[in-house]
């Protein structure tokens, strides 16, 4: 009984939260970005730096795919495109962003100034992203010509 209770929590937990839904091409709206000052290594083992467009992205994204060596991750390997009031900007996704939800971004300042220039605001709703190939383009545009 009790191995049932658990498979079936584990089956309601895997529908409720998207599980799978890291997948290239699905979009996350009208979620909320936030900018983080990069020290050290990031979560796929290379050293973080602020003069470029890079990106965490909530743990959740990072325990779809357990792998033994969190540096050889697959979303390491990925790049997001997000989209706020029409502007666009590709990151690479290089660490994790322990209290961000599966709708929201930790940017490096250089992108985070890419949607909105205004530092200052700190946390800025609106923005949707999904994860894509790095040799990808991002087009603003894009956004609007598919649904979620």
């Given amino acids: 009984?009790?191995?049932?209770?658990?498979l079936y929590i584990l089956f309601l937990e895997f529908f409720n939260t998207g599980f799978g839904s890291g997948k290239n091409g699905k979009i996350y709206k009208n979620g909320e970005f936030t900018y983080y000052d990069q020290v050290g290594l990031g979560s796929c083992g290379t050293k973080l730096r602020e003069n470029l467009y890079t990106v965490a992205l909530g743990v959740d994204h990072w325990n779809q795919n357990p792998v033994a060596n969190p540096n050889?991750?697959?979303?390491?390997?990925?790049?997001?495109?997000?989209?706020?009031?029409?502007?666009?900007?590709?990151?690479?996704?290089?660490d994790k962003c322990w209290s961000c939800r599966w709708s929201n971004l930790d940017l490096s300042r250089?992108?985070?100034?890419?949607?909105?220039?205004?530092l200052?605001?700190?946390r800025v709703g609106g923005?949707?992203?999904?994860?894509?190939p790095c040799n990808k383009s991002c087009k603003s545009k894009a956004l609007s010509t598919k649904k979620s």
């Avoid at 009984?1 to 658990?6: H, I």
């Avoid at 979303?75 to 996704?93: E, N, T």
């Fill in 72 to 94: 050889k991750h697959p979303l390491c390997h990925q790049c997001i495109c997000a989209w706020y009031k029409g502007r666009a900007v590709k990151a690479w996704i290089r």
């Fill in 1 to 6: 009984m009790v191995r049932f209770c658990l």
């Fill in 127 to 132: 923005v949707s992203f999904k994860i894509i």
């Fill in 120 to 122: 200052d605001l700190g």
């Fill in 110 to 118: 250089k992108a985070f100034k890419r949607l909105e220039p205004n």
